[in-house]
């Protein structure tokens, strides 16, 4: 599986972006899929996810009501629109694929990554 994630930039706050991340290899639709964050000296954080067997998705509370994660069969693409954007979503955001039979919000069983993508949010 080879995940490829893109449209990260600079913004404003209050902007909306659209992350995109192309999964090849891979039917996602088969897959739990998920983004997560990362800043400088943290650990990665758990953002947003979609079960797929159930299609239900998982958000981190600090995102939620702002973000939503969603999917393209036939482009085999996931995306994670972000409106309402803070200072605090700065971040290289990551996509994520897992095989595994369970969902997890922690970052260790996810088996595939992509590259990450920058966002920045400025004041």
């Known amino acids: 599986v080879q995940l490829q994630a893109s449209g990260g930039g600079l913004v404003q706050v209050g902007d909306s972006l659209r992350l995109s991340c192309a999964v090849s290899?891979?039917?996602?639709?088969?897959?739990?899929m998920a983004w997560f964050r990362q800043t400088p000296g943290k650990e990665r954080e758990f953002v947003a996810g979609?079960?797929?067997?159930?299609?239900?998705?998982s958000y981190a509370d600090s995102v939620k009501g702002r973000f939503t994660i969603s999917g393209d069969n036939a482009k085999n693409t996931v995306y994670l629109q972000m409106n309402s954007l803070k200072p605090e979503d700065t971040a290289v955001y990551y996509c994520?694929?897992?095989?595994?039979?369970?969902?997890?919000?922690?970052?260790?069983?996810?088996?595939?990554w992509g590259q990450g993508t920058q966002v920045t949010v400025s004041s």
């Open positions: 290899g891979r039917s996602f639709s088969r897959i739990h």
């Open positions: 994520a694929a897992d095989t595994a039979v369970l969902f997890s919000t922690t970052s260790h069983p996810y088996d595939y």
């Open positions: 979609v079960r797929w067997r159930s299609g239900t998705t």
